[in-house]
């Protein structure tokens, strides 16, 4: 990812944290987890400001499969890089990329409970087995 600098970070912060916060609230995230929540969607997007933020409304770098042929407002969208292979999901809004990535964290590997993790790693490894 481009090096952003901490001005421009704080810049971006400032701008789309109070959006994010909001439609995540809205979408269901629970207001002890935000921070957690909105932590994460910062750094899968670079500060937003990622091509996968910006030209696919998507903040969590979520990865197209077949199954998003049947999700409203999901097609397929840009290439990821080469080394990862497939592509990125975009999303008609952010607020379609929001209602998706509340789907992915809650599944809590199948029991539709909110994930809950003692720290970031144990939480990063529940999402990415939970991912479907």
Same mark, same amino acid.
């Given at each position: 990812?481009?090096? $952003?600098?901490?001005?421009?970070?704080?810049?971006q912060?400032?701008?789309?944290s109070?959006?994010w916060s909001?439609?995540l609230?809205?979408?269901g &995230?629970?207001?002890?987890?935000?921070?957690? &929540?909105l932590?994460? $969607? $910062?750094?899968?997007?670079?500060?937003f400001t990622?091509d996968p933020?910006?030209?696919?409304n998507?903040p969590a %770098?979520?990865?197209?499969?077949?199954?998003?042929?049947?999700?409203? #407002?999901?097609s397929? %969208?840009?290439?990821?890089p080469?080394s990862e %292979? #497939?592509n990125y999901?975009?999303?008609?809004s952010y607020?379609s990329a929001?209602?998706?990535? &509340?789907?992915i964290?809650n599944?809590d590997l199948?029991?539709?409970?909110?994930i809950d993790?003692?720290n970031?790693v144990?939480?990063?490894?529940? $999402? %990415?087995r939970?991912?479907?």
């Amino acid at each position: 990812m481009p090096y $952003i600098p901490e001005p421009q970070k704080q810049a971006q912060i400032k701008k789309w944290s109070p959006y994010w916060s909001d439609l995540l609230l809205k979408n269901g &995230v629970p207001a002890s987890k935000l921070n957690l &929540v909105l932590s994460q $969607i $910062i750094l899968e997007s670079n500060y937003f400001t990622s091509d996968p933020y910006k030209l696919d409304n998507n903040p969590a %770098g979520i990865t197209w499969n077949y199954k998003y042929k049947k999700r409203p #407002g999901a097609s397929v %969208g840009r290439p990821r890089p080469g080394s990862e %292979g #497939g592509n990125y999901v975009k999303f008609d809004s952010y607020d379609s990329a929001a209602k998706d990535y &509340v789907r992915i964290i809650n599944m809590d590997l199948g029991y539709g409970k909110p994930i809950d993790s003692a720290n970031y790693v144990k939480y990063a490894d529940k $999402i %990415g087995r939970a991912h479907v």
